[in-house]
């Protein structure tokens, strides 16, 4: 039976039980192929609007990315509307902002409709590196006003010092409408909220083969789903149904990123930090994370990995970070560190899609994916139902392949992740 990494979120989940595997034949009227943030999300919303559905995990519910991220709730993609506007045109940049808040406002509803414990605080920070990252914000600022969030609110030096317990930045953004969770719990309430509508869900039920047609059969080691629409979810992890699907695995690549958990600090400590509670992300392109967990510990990550590493590994990558920024933490013992899996795209965006009329997939939010997954969930379901224009405006986006295939999409991907890392330092 498979078994979570260890990390905070698993340490401090609300359910400790697996769910069985899939040892059955079965119909419904969709199969979702992965229990992430987009599968779960896709799964519910269809559960939600009267759809029989049966969800097949290979591992764990919230196993990779979903489970083991930051925790922020930040919005938009990860290329902003001026990005897409430039690249795509106005009608598409404008399409992708009328939906670039919403994955927040289901993740909200969705705790409160279904009474998910998953420590949900409001309020997150951008802050800036440098006088040319603050003056990046103050556009970043009108270009979110512009497509509708009206609660924004530029930090001077001396104002963030007010939200954040560091001399580093130059200054910041509050978005009094982002926040942070526990991403493992927030998995964990919406599988439940998917069988109080009716669905299944199974874990330990890797997919093996996917029989096409009018009538797709999803097939398991043990079992069988026969149903009218699949939604593939498995994100980072897309390679594990690569035999199926190839064409979903050479236009993207998995990466990892690396947190860190202090053990529970003390109240003074937590007020010294981050007296409002609100998450934090700074401006650089490998940028630094951090949040106070429900109990009153310091969630730090950082950085991006081409595979997996040790903890021990990741506190020596980690902790330098942490101590750069809270440098009065030197003493604090670190409890947990771990690696998370997130699926990167050529272009940082998202791709959607089909394969042939009645298989849908979402996936590659290039670590920007909390809100997006959520925002992927109504979106598929709203095309399974036969509305699918907000759908086709992802579903329009060119999906490239990395230059020079897999084999060479590590090295290049590491060489321009250098060169960005290298224009944050010089401030550029």
């Known amino acids: 039976m498979s078994s979570y990494p260890s990390s ?142 009206d609660q924004l609110e530029l930090l001077d030096e001396n104002q963030l010092q007010d939200y954040i317990g560091t001399s580093r930045y130059t200054g910041g953004l509050l978005d009094k409408s982002g926040g942070h969770i526990h991403p493992l719990n927030l998995t964990l309430g919406e599988a439940d909220a998917i069988e109080s509508l009716g669905g299944k869900v199974f874990e330990d039920s890797p997919v093996t083969f996917v029989e096409q047609g009018e009538n797709p059969v999803v097939k398991t080691a043990s079992g069988q789903v026969r149903c009218q629409y699949v939604m593939i979810a498995t994100n980072a992890y897309v390679e594990g149904i690569g035999n199926v699907f190839p064409e979903l695995t050479n236009k993207s690549m998995p990466c990892g990123t690396q947190v860190i958990t202090t053990e529970p600090l003390s109240e003074a400590q937590q007020k010294q930090l981050l007296p409002q509670d609100y998450c934090v992300e700074d401006s650089n392109y490998l940028l630094d994370y951090y949040r106070l967990s429900g109990d009153g510990r310091l969630i730090y990550g950082g950085g991006v990995t081409y595979g997996a590493r040790e903890p021990e590994k990741i506190e020596s990558l980690i902790r330098p970070k942490m101590l750069k920024t809270f440098p009065q933490l030197k003493d604090v013992k670190i409890d947990y560190a771990w690696t998370g899996n997130f699926l990167l795209t050529l272009m940082r965006l998202p791709q959607f899609g089909r394969v042939g009329n009645n298989i849908f997939y979402a996936q590659g939010y290039s670590g920007h994916g909390v809100t997006s997954t959520h925002l992927a969930g109504e979106l598929v379901a709203s095309a399974i139902q036969g509305h699918a224009e907000r759908f086709d405006v992802f579903a329009g986006l060119p999906q490239y392949p990395f230059p020079g295939g897999r084999m060479l999409r590590v090295p290049y991907t590491a060489i321009g992740a250098f060169y960005y890392d290298l224009r944050d330092k010089l401030g550029i």
């Open 8 to 149: 905070y979120y698993a340490a401090s989940a609300n359910r400790k039980t697996a769910r069985p595997a899939l040892a059955e034949s079965l119909e419904a009227d969709v199969c979702v192929i992965g229990a992430g943030f987009t599968g779960l999300s896709s799964a519910l919303h269809l559960a939600e609007r009267g759809y029989s559905v049966v969800v097949l995990e290979a591992s764990r519910i919230g196993f990779g990315a979903s489970g083991r991220n930051g925790g922020q709730i930040v919005h938009s993609y990860s290329r902003d509307m001026d990005f897409i506007e430039n690249h795509y045109g106005t009608e598409t940049a404008n399409a992708m902002g009328s939906m670039a808040f919403e994955g927040g406002r289901i993740i909200r509803r969705i705790v409160q409709q279904y009474d998910i414990q998953c420590d949900l605080k409001d309020g997150g920070i951008f802050a800036a590196c440098n006088k040319k990252q603050f003056r990046d914000l103050v556009d970043h600022k009108k270009l979110w006003q512009k497509h509708g969030n």
